[in-house]
């Protein structure tokens, strides 16, 4: 069915709102009942991929240096100020985040082979709290809910430096605080780690990997659903797929109707489709983006692994938003995807865009 007018023509107005030019929030809606929501990956500095490939003691010593390494080169406060640029561009009552961490590091013994006291380097989620605040923005955190943890592991960054870091992955709902509260009113905040989860053999233990999902009760201009955010398992696809199913099974199972916005971790487009996705398209979900742009291919995942690519490297499309029940898709954008996005040093705000979505209950 052709959209109205109307809507095609805020399509293209949100499209141009991609384009960071100014801090300011756009207006949230064109009409009653009109609703936006985000999913956004922020990016917790690295893919573990020297950790994951280390075989032996000395090479997993060096991998964890490299790791905090990336993450100190991704300048986690620069990112969390051009992200929330990107969140009030948007204009968002509700964002689902994810890769919200909080990174510590602390001196190494060699001598008892001991992990010291460790010190807070970043702490994503107050830091970009702090960055919507600053540019005038009004969010709350309505739930956060931990994934994985690392204890304060050792490491190396050669030629001789020892330390020990601590890493603690977490996703949370942000919900705006500057709205009518007779329009916009939110409740019930839970949260749970997956049943199913991964762990990661190391030279100095097994490290347990959970996902975990985190969700509202909202009401916005007397329309009732509920608003769940996520993180899939990335590496193991069976997994993600039985995560998926916890999900529709779990926090998905309401008589109220379902936004499901997440880093999915499952691709969507290009094809092939991931399981995951269209296990999700067979139980009714549909999805925000292919609804409302059958042959724009959306791309979300991801940029290079220190986000200082100079042109954007996103090939994949991941984080989704779905909906399940009385609700209408008017309209959805990318943010943090094209160049005006980036910092005065050229990181990109994250290895992901965010996508945001105006909806309607029906």
């Known amino acids: 069915m052709m959209k109205p007018l109307r809507h095609r023509l805020f399509g293209l107005l949100l499209?141009?709102?991609?384009?960071?030019?100014?801090?300011?929030?756009?207006?949230?809606?064109?009409?009653?009942?009109?609703?936006?929501?985000?999913?956004?990956?922020a990016d917790e500095g690295t893919d573990y991929q020297e950790v994951a490939r280390a075989s032996g003691l000395q090479e997993f010593l060096v991998a964890v240096g490299q790791t905090i390494t990336q993450v100190r080169a991704t300048n986690p406060p620069e990112r969390m100020h051009a992200l929330a640029k990107q969140i009030i561009a948007a204009g968002p009552a509700l964002v689902s985040l994810q890769e919200l961490d909080q990174w510590?590091?602390?001196?190494?013994?060699?001598?008892?082979?001991?992990?010291?006291?460790?010190?807070?380097?970043?702490?994503?989620?107050?830091?970009?709290?702090?960055?919507?605040?600053?540019?005038?923005?009004?969010y709350q955190v309505a739930v956060q809910a931990q994934q994985y943890a690392f204890p304060p592991t050792p490491g190396l960054i050669l030629p001789s430096t020892f330390l020990c870091v601590q890493v603690i992955n977490q996703i949370a709902i942000l919900a705006r605080t500057d709205l009518d509260p007779s329009l916009f009113?939110?409740?019930?905040?839970?949260?749970?780690?997956?049943?199913?989860?991964?762990?990661?053999?190391?030279?100095?233990?097994?490290?347990?990997?959970?996902?975990?999902?985190?969700?509202?009760?909202?009401?916005?201009?007397d329309k009732a659903f509920?608003?769940?955010?996520?993180?899939?398992?990335?590496?193991?696809?069976?997994?993600?797929?039985?995560?998926?199913?916890?999900?529709?099974?779990?926090?998905?199972?309401?008589?109220?109707?379902?936004?499901?916005?997440?880093?999915?971790?499952?691709?969507?487009?290009?094809?092939?489709?991931?399981?995951?996705?269209?296990?999700?398209?067979?139980?009714?979900y549909q999805d925000a983006w292919s609804v409302t742009y059958p042959f724009l291919a959306g791309f979300t995942c991801c940029q290079a692994q220190l986000v200082n690519n100079p042109l954007s490297q996103l090939s994949q499309r991941t984080d989704l938003i779905l909906i399940l029940g009385n609700i209408e898709v008017q309209t959805i954008a990318l943010f943090g995807a094209n160049q005006a996005s980036r910092t005065a040093s050229g990181l990109w705000p994250s290895d992901h865009a965010g996508v945001a979505a105006q909806l309607v209950g029906e």
């Open 104 to 138: 510590s590091s602390g001196p190494f013994d060699q001598a008892t082979s001991t992990c010291g006291p460790v010190t807070r380097e970043f702490d994503m989620l107050p830091e970009l709290l702090n960055a919507l605040a600053a540019q005038g923005a009004h």
């Open 226 to 284: 509920r608003f769940i955010g996520t993180h899939l398992e990335s590496a193991v696809p069976y997994i993600r797929e039985l995560q998926g199913a916890e999900l529709r099974a779990g926090p998905a199972k309401t008589v109220l109707p379902v936004i499901l916005a997440m880093d999915s971790n499952a691709q969507a487009a290009p094809p092939p489709q991931d399981v995951t996705y269209t296990d999700f398209v067979s139980a009714g």
């Open 15 to 41: 499209f141009i709102a991609c384009l960071p030019v100014s801090a300011s929030a756009q207006s949230l809606s064109l009409g009653k009942g009109d609703l936006r929501v985000m999913t956004y990956n």
């Open 185 to 221: 009113q939110w409740s019930n905040p839970l949260s749970a780690q997956f049943a199913n989860s991964v762990f990661l053999p190391t030279p100095i233990g097994t490290v347990p990997l959970p996902r975990a999902w985190v969700s509202v009760d909202a009401k916005f201009h």
